[in-house]
């Protein structure tokens, strides 16, 4: 737990909280037990609950895992007339850094404190959203990215197109729940604790929202259509594929067919005749060698005939 005061107005921002911190906060502050338990949690859905003092927000922003993949990360705030308290996990970054720039500059802490709890909140969920556009901003960047290994008929994208359709869809389960839910705080609760208009700021926030989840559609409409291509690629190799060995399987047909019929255990004309050996020892040899040869060719000459191949 962490505390900034600024001419009465008080930030207590909470990192990893626990059991002890929240009974610490709920002794100080008129905060019913059940928001102070939500804030323990890491995965509650985003949710307003309002006070006669204060109201009880929880939103969830995305944060990118190793393995490229966003998850949500839970951000509780409580907003009243001279206070704002945030707690969250530690995965939001904006977050610190506004909070150790108010600490290190006197400056930036009297404009972003000086005003009120509302247009602290407003500047903590700007710089979150700005960094949810980034995040999206590199989706597009790695769609650009695969392109031409799309549509690239010998390659293979399919691995990469999971990652980013899978990206997609978790940053669209954050993103329209949180339009949601900053457009209804902007129309209801930020009046109670700012004396300022604050529409414009929360319009220009949901500006940015409506930014990504647009993205978003345009995103997954072309990944969708990579999908589809990568697919359509994919199964002409194997169609390919499977016409070649059909082929091949199907011009050893006579040779097949005649050496399992020379290799029977029963007499067959010309084998034993001595008479039948104008071509030397090798005569029945050579002859299956050259109607096996002979068949091969004039089916694949039909083959290509007909367009087969």
């Known amino acids: 737990m962490r505390e900034l005061k600024n001419n009465g107005f008080v930030w207590i921002d909470i990192i990893k909280p626990n059991r002890d911190e929240m009974k610490k906060l709920g002794e100080r502050f008129p905060f019913h037990e059940l928001n102070l338990e939500d804030c323990l949690s890491k995965f509650q859905i985003p949710k307003i609950d309002r006070y006669d003092d204060h109201i009880f927000v929880i939103l969830n922003f995305p944060t990118l895992e190793k393995e490229r993949i966003p998850r949500s990360s839970q951000l509780a705030v409580f907003i009243g007339s001279g206070f704002l308290v945030t707690i ?59 392109e031409d290994v799309v549509f690239d008929e010998k390659s293979d994208a399919a691995g990469e197109i999971s990652y980013i359709r899978r990206q997609i869809t978790a940053l669209r389960r954050i993103a329209i729940p949180l339009k949601r839910t900053v457009n ?36 997954r409409e072309t990944i969708e259509i990579y999908k589809d291509t990568d697919f359509m690629h994919g199964t002409d190799r194997s169609n390919k594929i499977l016409a070649i060995l059909t082929i091949v399987f199907t011009l050893s047909m006579p040779v097949t067919i005649m050496s399992s019929l020379y290799g ?26 050259i109607s096996t040869s002979a068949i091969a060719v004039a089916m694949a000459l039909y083959f290509h005939r007909i367009r087969w191949i």
């Open 184 to 219: 209804e705080i902007a129309n209801k609760d930020m009046r109670r604790f700012s004396e300022e208009d604050l529409a414009l700021y929360f319009d220009d926030v949901t500006d940015h929202i409506d930014k990504v989840i647009d993205t978003l559609e345009e995103s």
């Open 88 to 146: 969250h996990h530690g995965e939001l970054g904006p977050i610190s850094e506004i909070f150790h720039h108010c600490v290190k500059n006197e400056k930036a802490r009297k404009e972003l404190m000086g005003k009120s709890a509302g247009f602290l909140f407003h500047t903590i969920i700007d710089a979150l959203t700005d960094d949810l556009l980034n995040l999206v901003r590199k989706i597009v960047g790695n769609i650009e990215d695969i």
């Open 264 to 289: 029977m255990n029963v007499e067959i004309p010309t084998i034993e005749d001595e008479s039948f050996e104008f071509l030397g020892r090798y005569t029945n040899f050579i002859l299956i060698v």
